[in-house]
C-alpha cells in the first residue's frame, strides 16, 4: 500500500526531538500524495507512547515493546523494520540522521535493496520521465542535499526501487502537530516472531548518556567563527560577544574540523540547523552546507576579510575587516550603549 | 591470544574541504581535474585502529582494500607506507557511478575473496559524500554485526572485541564476536606517520595499470620483476565474480535527478567598515531593534 513510514526513536519514554520533526514532514508529504502516515517505535514500556505520536496525524502505529529492545542495538531493530516495511511496503521511509538513524538505515537499505539519501535538508514529491523507458514516473520522493563541497544542490530520486528512504538531520523539519484528537491505530509486534537470539549477539556492557549543555536550537543569538577565525584564542573573542549577548557560540565544520571548537557546537547541514534572531559569523566563508544551517536566522552579520565571501551574499551586515578587532569593539559599544 | 586478519576499507576522496573557485565548470558540472585527492580522513584512523590492533595482537595482518579509478593506488601506497602489511585495489571501468549499495556490493565481494577474516575496519563516512552508509550496507552483505563510530578498542580476546562508540550524546561499551565490522570515529587517535623504512620498501609498489603507462622508468619494471611483492594486485569485476546488474550505474537504485548551482541573489545588505564609527552605528541600530541589548 502507498504510505509514508517514519521510523521514531524513543529512550525512557520519550519520543526524539528529530521523530517529532520526521513526523511533521512525513505528514505533509503523505498530504501531498493523498496516502497514509504510518510509524514504528521499538523500545520498553512503551504502553502511553501512543499519546506523543497521535498527534502529528499518523495513521497507523507499529509498536514493539519489549526490555532487550532499548537502548537501540543494531540487530533487532534492523531484523524488526525490515520485516515490517517488507510486508507494508510503504512508498517512502524517513530516519534521524542520527547516531541511530545513521546506523540502522544503511542496513535496512541494504536488506531491502533500494536506494537511501543521507541528510536531506529539503523533501518534495514530484514527477520524473525515465528517457530509457519512455515513462512517466509519479510522485516520487525528491530527495534533496547540497553536496560537492557545497557548490550544488543535487536532486536525488529512485524510481525503480522501494521504498524511496531518506534521512534527515535534527533541526531541519519544522514540528508541527497536525491534529490533538488525530486518531491512530496500534498494531503490536511481536517481537520474538521476528527477533532471533542471536540477533542480541553485540551486548552493550556500559553506557553514559550526558544531556549535551549545549542548545544551540533554542539560543536566540549565535555568534559562530569559521576557519578564517584562525585560532582556539582568537575564538576567546567570540566566546566573550556570546556571554554579553545572553547568545551560544558556534561554528563551522571547517572551525570543528581545525579543532578551534567542539563538535557539537558545530552548524550546518551536518550539525545543526539553527534560526535565531542574530547570527554572528565570524571569520566564516558560507559554503551552502553552512548556509543550508543558518540561512533561515532572522538577522545576520558577516564579519570577514574578504568582501567576496558568499555568506556575505546572505548577510544583513557585512562588516569587512579583522574579527580578531571587529569583536573587541562590539563588546566595547554594546557596553557602552545597552540599558 | 591468536592472531587477527583485518581488513581496512579505504577511499579516495577530493579535498572538498579545500574547494577553489575552479572546482565548477561555468555548465554548473564539477571539475573533478581540478580537486586534489586525499585519503579520506576517517578511513586514516581506521587504518590507525588496526594497526593499533597489530601492535597488541602479535602475528595479526593488515590489509588495505580500496575502490577507485587508477589513481587510487595512491591509497594502497600510503598504507604501506604506514604498515600495512598488504593492498588491494578494485579497480574496472564498470564499477563507476555507484551509489552506496553498488559500491558495498562491489567491497562485499572484494572481501568475501579475502575471507576468511576477523575484522573490516572502515572510517565512519567519507568527506565527499558524507553518508556513513557503506560501512552498515557491507556488514549486512556480509552477514556480520556492525559496531558503528568506535573510538577506542577497550579488549581483544579470542572470541570477541570490546570497543567503546562515540554517540552523539555520550559513549557506549559494547562487546561483539569475530568476525564484526566496524567504523572509526575522527575522535579516535590519529594515524601514524610514514614509517622511512617502509617509504623506501614500497615507494615503487605500482598495479599492473600503471606499470604499462608509458612514463613508467625501466628501472622500477626491472624492480617488480625481483620484488613481486611490489605489485598491487587490481581485481576487476571478473576478478571478484561481480553480478554486472549490482555494480556501477545499472546496481545503484539512487540516480541524481538535477543539479542546481547555488547562484546567490544578494541581498540588501549594508556595507561596513571596521572603524569604531561603522561599529558603533550597528550596535545603537541592533539595539534599538531590540534585536539585542
Redesign the interface.
Known amino acids: 500500500m502507498k504510505s509514508v513510514f517514519v521510523y521514531c526513536e524513543v529512550e525512557n519514554q520519550k519520543v526524539a526531538e528529530i521523530s517529532q520533526e520526521l513526523l511533521s514532514a512525513g505528514k505533509r508529504l503523505a498530504q501531498k500524495l493523498g496516502c497514509p502516515l504510518e510509524a514504528m517505535i521499538f523500545g520498553k514500556n512503551l504502553n502511553g507512547i501512543k499519546s506523543q505520536i497521535s498527534s502529528y496525524g499518523v495513521d497507523k502505529l507499529f509498536v514493539a515493546d519489549d526490555e532487550r529492545l532499548e537502548?537501540y542495538r543494531?540487530?533487532p531493530h534492523?531484523a524488526l523494520a525490515t520485516e515490517i516495511l517488507k510486508n507494508q511496503d510503504p512508498q517512502i521511509v524517513l530516519f534521524g540522521a542520527?547516531?541511530v538513524g545513521?546506523?540502522?538505515?544503511?542496513?535496512i537499505?541494504?536488506?531491502l535493496?533500494?536506494?537511501?539519501?543521507?541528510?536531506c535538508t529539503i523533501l518534495d514529491i514530484g514527477d520524473?520521465f525515465v528517457k530509457k523507458e519512455k515513462k512517466e514516473y509519479k510522485d516520487l520522493l525528491?530527495?534533496i542535499r547540497?553536496?560537492?563541497?557545497?557548490?550544488?544542490?543535487?536532486?536525488?530520486?529512485?524510481?525503480?526501487?522501494h521504498p524511496q528512504m531518506a534521512t534527515v538531520r535534527e533541526g531541519v523539519m519544522k514540528k508541527e502537530i497536525f491534529d490533538t484528537n488525530y486518531s491512530t491505530e496500534i498494531v503490536r509486534v511481536n517481537v520474538n516472531d521476528i527477533v532471533k537470539e542471536e540477533d542480541f549477539?553485540?551486548?552493550?556492557?556500559?553506557?553514559?548518556?550526558?544531556?549535551?549543555g549545549v542548545n544551540l536550537k533554542e539560543a536566540p543569538?549565535i555568534v559562530a567563527g569559521g576557519y578564517g577565525v584562525g585560532s582556539k584564542e582568537n575564538f576567546q573573542h567570540l566566546i566573550d560577544l556570546a556571554d554579553l549577548?545572553g547568545g551560544e557560540v558556534g561554528g563551522s565544520r571547517?572551525a570543528v574540523?581545525a579543532g578551534f571548537i567542539d563538535?557539537?557546537r558545530q552548524i550546518g547541514q551536518?550539525g545543526t540547523t539553527v534560526r535565531p534572531?542574530?547570527y554572528i559569523a565570524a571569520g566564516i566563508s558560507g559554503?551552502?552546507q553552512h548556509r543550508a544551517g543558518m540561512q533561515e536566522s532572522?538577522?545576520i552579520?558577516?564579519i570577514n576579510n574578504d568582501p567576496e565571501a558568499?555568506i556575505?551574499?546572505?548577510?544583513?551586515?557585512?562588516?569587512?575587516?579583522?574579527l580578531a578587532?571587529?569583536v573587541p569593539?562590539?563588546i566595547k559599544?554594546?557596553k557602552?550603549?545597552?540599558? | 591470544m591468536r592472531p587477527l586478519k583485518i581488513i581496512v576499507l579505504a577511499k579516495q576522496v577530493p579535498d572538498t574541504r579545500h574547494v577553489g573557485a575552479d572546482a565548477m565548470k561555468p555548465d554548473g558540472t564539477v571539475n573533478r581535474g581540478k580537486l586534489s585527492t586525499i585519503f579520506n580522513p576517517d578511513d586514516l584512523h581506521a587504518l590507525e585502529l588496526a594497526l593499533n590492533i597489530k601492535d597488541r595482537v602479535l602475528g595479526t595482518e593488515v590489509i588495505i582494500l580500496t575502490m577507485g579509478p587508477k589513481r587510487a593506488a595512491d591509497i594502497v601506497r600510503e598504507g604501506y607506507y604506514r604498515g600495512a602489511d598488504y593492498g588491494i585495489m578494485i579497480s574496472d571501468r564498470r564499477f563507476g557511478g555507484a551509489d552506496t549499495l553498488a559500491t558495498s556490493y562491489t567491497l562485499v565481494r572484494g572481501i568475501q575473496k579475502l575471507a576468511p577474516f576477523d575484522l573490516v575496519l572502515g572510517g565512519r563516512q567519507a568527506i565527499d559524500g558524507d553518508t556513513a552508509q557503506v560501512g552498515p550496507q557491507c556488514a549486512d552483505k556480509l552477514k556480520i554485526p556492525q559496531v558503528t563510530y568506535v573510538e577506542e578498542i577497550v579488549d581483544i580476546k579470542d572470541d570477541e572485541i570490546i570497543a567503546r562508540r562515540r554517540l552523539e550524546k555520550g559513549v557506549e561499551t559494547v562487546s561483539s564476536p569475530f568476525p564484526c565490522l566496524m567504523t572509526v570515529h575522527g575522535s579516535s587517535p590519529a594515524c601514524r606517520s610514514r614509517h622511512a623504512k617502509r617509504v623506501m620498501k614500497y615507494k615503487y609498489a605500482r598495479t599492473n595499470t600503471e606499470l604499462k603507462s608509458s612514463k613508467t622508468e625501466e628501472l622500477i619494471l626491472s624492480l617488480h620483476k625481483k620484488r613481486p611483492y611490489l605489485t598491487i594486485p587490481e581485481w576487476s569485476v571478473e576478478d571478484i565474480d561481480a553480478d554486472i546488474n549490482k555494480i556501477g550505474l545499472p546496481g545503484s537504485p539512487t540516480k541524481v535527478k538535477s543539479v542546481e548551482s547555488i547562484v546567490l541573489t544578494a541581498k540588501e545588505a549594508k556595507k561596513l567598515s571596521d572603524t569604531d564609527a561603522d561599529i558603533e552605528i550597528m550596535i545603537k541600530e541592533l539595539i534599538e531593534q531590540h534585536t539585542i541589548g
Open positions: 537502548p543494531t540487530l534492523a542520527t547516531s545513521r546506523d540502522l538505515a544503511p542496513r537499505a541494504s536488506v535493496n533500494c536506494g537511501l539519501t543521507a541528510d520524473h525528491y530527495a547540497p553536496a560537492f563541497g557545497g557548490s550544488i544542490m543535487a536532486n536525488i530520486i529512485n524510481w525503480d526501487q549477539i553485540v551486548k552493550i556492557i556500559e553506557r553514559h548518556i550526558e544531556e549535551s543569538i549577548l571547517a574540523d563538535h557539537d551536518t534572531k542574530l559554503a551552502i532572522s538577522l552579520i558577516s558568499p556575505n551574499k546572505i548577510a544583513d551586515y557585512v562588516i569587512e575587516g579583522d578587532e571587529v569593539k562590539m559599544y554594546y557602552e550603549n545597552a540599558k
